[in-house]
């Protein structure tokens, strides 16, 4: 899993420093002066200018001024409890015994030989669940109210005194409601089938003659080896992403629960910056990858990667200070892959005048190297002189400090990312990230719904399903489109591409018709297409960014920060789907 | 059993605006296909007014735009042309709805619902508190007789039962004004007679009400006022009585009158140079025969008809 750095900004630094509200600002701008300019032309259509300006401003000063403050929260109770009947009298429990069925047969093509079976399991139910009740969002949301007109029943109900606003909001609330009842089930399910999954027990099968190591009965295709200290206690050596605590009571040695494996790490991330072979700041190395996720530093040289804590506090720790590197290695050393390429992490004060020791390590290449560093009676050095430092007290003493990584040998590079150096807070409970990962299915399962009553309000259910599967596609497809429009994606826009098939021309060549000018034109209406489906891309949800599934099955600690976030993006969409479906519902004759 | 009475003058003043619950002006709606082509011209320059207190029929056949009028009064439709105001606000306004009851002229209500839900519900709709809706509800489904289906799904009602519930929703809100599309179809002839028994009582309690109906005789029996519409066109509009009266014809009920007596009369009307049309014994209606059947029927079980 690679997280990017957007990921852990802080909900602030999102809403604030990098410009979300005044995105949100400007999307939410944007779409009121594209509704009023097109409300407007359909109103002068209809009524001439004056009278259409009118219908226009009357319509808006409802919204605000009637419609909004006379909202009913009991008609909004009737409608959303009105949705659940209708939903469980159709029978939409039918999702859980499908996905029973699902978990039940889960044998059949989940490897039990996999390296990770605790992160299959997890991805597998939250897979599941999310496309489960995605589908179930839109099925739900995007029928009644066309079903409603269709049958007339509608007639009944836009008779009393119901404003659009409760028409939507009862709606989303009650499918909202159905789904939620639905995702607590499969997630309770979920949750024991991971955790049961997960759950085997070893026998000790041999112990050496002192009795310091030995090796346990093989259960779910593996088996571990363990040492015990002098006082009878010790682990297992770590497969399939766990380990066991061994202990020794009397003669007898127990092999305990699995750990590691459900875990949900709290990583803390600081900002990372370069410097160069001799010592000013710079980039970092490209060493010709065409991904520059991570960039390089150059060995035996002051060539380092600097990483910036502003944030760490001694009560999220407990002894140990334990960091987590995943370093790649650049050999330029022909025929010799084997041996390892080191590196040293050094702890250092703001002002440097205070730096820890040379921690070396050789780098584990596609592992997570996990250390440990103790919080006291670390050693280094004060204004150069040797001394026993407090990591608290010396080098953090506010919380900031810097951490910075070297290669050692020469003519060899150490690659890394801003997420590749992270320290483990004090780990929260699995089942705690277990449910958020399940809150970010329940954002996007809310996002489908209010976008599939908005698009029930004027379209028909078919067609309405339509629709809120493409905006679905497109949230899950937008950064191929947003790709294409940067031209970091080959093969240009759609008219280019509908060419190239034809000509059988490959997508890595420029275009090539002989004839400039037409070139020239194709090439503009496509930027002209990509532009604006690419607006349209901005405009809906991405649903890549919205899935957190990796964070459980990789036991990272699913931020407080970046769930806000989601909320407000949910919470975003539902304002804005809100306020679309009120003027199609206030404009649109009911028995028409 | 109930009986129907003859309607009677609405005692307030038509000329007060106050009393004016319904008025349209110059009314128009043309259905035109998604291009904007115009396929029908439904309603053409209606201007009516329906007066506080009264039951006003709309009257026509298939097609001559009742129900587009009662669509465009409930706002369900926009005019194309004109407007049209109920309680002096816009058609279109929704806080008009407090007052309004509507029976449509099919009962569209959730079949997945039982009674007690569909009138919880359509209290709810009302922003009726919960002890007023039970009691609401409660008195509504002994009014309509489904006490005994009161738990039973809609979707496994006879039509008649549903005319009820679909009635019993209209006036969970105990509205001023009611809106009744075709309030008799599909009920039998005891239920027809009952419904036009409850839309009196109705009006007797002070309800105004507009009925839409192409069943004449109901038209009749019950209504103060009428508008006949035919092909979106408004043709005749007053007031029942006054409409249905045949101004050089006399009509005389007698009793006890032996034959002689009748060829004195027929002579008196002869010499005053009138003409006899017809003297004979008047008839029953068939709805007057039913229902005398059945509630003979009821009072002595068993009783075999002799045939004639």
């Known amino acids: ?44 259509i209809k009524h001439g200018p004056a009278e259409g300006f009118l219908q226009v401003a009357k319509l808006i000063r409802e919204l ?57 399991y997890i991805s597998f139910v939250l897979t599941t669940t999310n496309y489960m009740v995605i589908l179930l969002g839109l ?55 991971v955790v049961r999954g997960v759950d085997h027990k070893h026998e000790v099968v041999a112990i050496s003659a002192d009795g310091g190591t030995g090796e346990t009965s093989i259960q779910q295709f593996h088996s571990h080896t363990f040492t015990l200290d002098d006082s009878g206690e010790g682990v297992t050596n770590e497969t399939k992403g766990h380990k066991h605590i061994v202990t020794k009571s009397g003669d007898k040695i127990v092999v305990g629960d699995s750990t590691g494996d459900l875990e949900a790490r709290v990583p803390i991330y600081g900002s990372l910056r370069f410097t160069g072979r001799d010592g000013e700041e710079n980039a970092g190395l490209n060493v010709g990858y065409m991904s520059e996720y991570q960039k390089y530093i150059e060995g035996d040289s002051l060539s380092s990667a600097i990483w910036t804590f502003k944030d760490l506090r001694p009560s999220s ?106 320290f483990r807070a004090r780990p929260m409970p699995f089942w705690w990230n277990f449910t958020k990962g399940y809150i970010s299915i329940w954002l996007q399962m809310v996002i489908v719904i209010c976008f599939g009553v908005m698009f029930s309000t004027f379209l028909s259910g078919p067609v309405a399903v339509i629709a809120t599967i493409s905006i679905i596609v497109l949230g899950f497809f937008g ?87 989601h909320l407000t993006i949910c919470f975003g969409y539902f304002l804005l789907t809100g306020i679309i479906s009120y003027f199609f519902l206030k404009t649109r004759e009911m028995a028409a | 059993m109930a009986t129907t009475t003859a309607p009677t003058t609405p005692s307030v003043s038509s000329t007060d605006p106050t009393n004016v619950i319904v008025e349209t002006r110059n009314l128009g709606k043309i259905y035109r296909d998604f291009w904007g082509r115009k396929k029908v011209n439904a309603l053409k320059s209606l201007d009516i007014e329906v007066r506080r207190g009264e ?23 926009f005019p194309t042309s004109g407007r049209a105001f109920v309680f002096g606000k816009d058609a279109t306004d929704v806080a008009k709805n407090e007052r309004i009851g509507y029976l449509p002229e099919e009962s569209y209500l959730y079949k997945f619902l039982n009674a007690e839900e569909t009138l919880d519900f359509y209290g709810r709709l ?23 289906a009161r738990r039973r799904q809609l979707k496994e009602y006879s039509k008649g039962m549903t005319r009820r519930i679909g009635l019993a929703q209209a006036l969970i809100n105990e509205p001023e004004f009611l809106v009744l599309d075709e309030p008799t179809t599909g009920l039998d002839p005891i239920g027809t007679r009952e419904m036009k028994d409850l839309i009196l009582r109705l009006r007797e309690q002070g309800k105004t009400i507009l009925l839409c109906s192409h069943q004449l005789a109901d038209v009749q029996d019950v209504c103060d ?35 002689k007596t009748k060829q004195e009369i027929k002579d008196l009307i002869a010499r005053s140079s009138g003409e006899m049309l017809r003297m004979d014994n008047p008839t029953t209606t068939m709805e007057e025969l039913f229902l005398e059947i059945v509630r003979d029927s009821d009072q002595r079980p068993g009783r075999r008809g002799s045939g004639a």
Request: include cysteine.
């Open chain 1, 317 to 422: 720790f407990d002894k140990e200070l334990t960091y987590d590197m995943t370093i790649s290695a650049f050999r330029t050393y022909k025929g010799d892959i084997v041996t390892p390429v080191g590196g040293v992490v050094v702890f250092r004060s703001m002002d440097g005048s205070v730096v820890s020791e040379r921690f070396p390590f050789k780098v584990k290449e596609f592992q997570v190297d996990q250390r440990s560093i103790p919080l006291t009676g670390l050693k280094g050095f004060r204004n150069e002189q040797p001394a026993d430092l407090d990591f608290f007290k010396d080098i953090a003493p506010d919380g900031k400090f810097e951490v910075m990584i070297r290669c050692q040998d020469r003519s060899q590079y150490l690659g890394m990312a801003s997420a590749d150096f992270y």
């Open chain 1, 139 to 193: 099925f739900l949301s995007c029928f009644s109210l066309p079903s409603d007109i269709k049958s007339k029943i509608i007639y009944t109900i836009v008779t009393k005194p119901v404003r659009p606003t409760e028409l939507f909001l009862g709606r989303v609330i009650g499918f909202s409601a159905v789904g939620t009842m639905i995702l607590l089930l499969l997630g309770a399910m979920s949750y024991q089938f």
């Open chain 2, 55 to 77: 039951i006003f029929g709309l009257l026509g056949p298939n097609g001559s735009g009742k129900s587009t009028t009662i669509k465009l009064m409930l706002g369900l439709l």
């Open chain 1, 479 to 565: 950064f191929f489109v947003d790709g294409i429009v940067k031209g970091t994606t080959e093969g240009g826009g759609p008219i280019e591409a509908f060419i190239r098939i034809p000509l059988q021309s490959g997508s890595g060549t420029e275009l090539d018709l002989g004839n400039v000018p037409l070139e020239k034109s194709i090439r503009f209406v496509d930027k002209a297409i990509l532009l604006s489906v690419q607006v349209l891309s901005q405009a809906i949800p991405n649903f890549i960014q919205l899935g957190t599934a990796d964070f459980v099955a990789y036991g990272v600690n699913l931020f407080g920060g970046l769930l806000s976030r």
């Open chain 2, 225 to 259: 006022r009428v508008a006949i519409l035919h092909q979106g066109e408004l043709k005749e509009l007053g007031r029942v009585d006054t409409l249905l009266k045949v101004q050089d014809v006399t009509q005389i009920h007698a009793k006890g009158l032996d034959e």
């Open chain 1, 64 to 120: 605000f001024v009637v419609d909004i403050p006379k909202t009913s929260i009991r008609r909004i109770g009737a409608i959303a409890r009105l949705a659940i009947k209708e939903a469980i009298r159709k029978k939409v429990l039918v999702v859980v015994a499908v996905f029973i069925v699902a978990i039940m047969f889960a044998g059949w093509y989940l490897d039990p030989q996999a390296q990770y079976p605790a992160r299959l």
């Open chain 1, 1 to 44: 899993m690679r997280l990017s750095p957007e990921q852990f900004w802080t909900y602030f630094e999102w809403m604030f420093e990098r410009n979300a509200l005044l995105q949100g600002f400007l999307l939410v701008l944007i779409l009121a002066v594209v509704g009023f300019v097109v409300g407007f032309v359909i109103a002068l």
């Open chain 2, 126 to 148: 009302f922003d009726m508190p919960a002890s007023v809706r039970r009691e609401r509800a409660e008195e509504l489904i002994q009014m309509v007789g489904l006490q005994r």
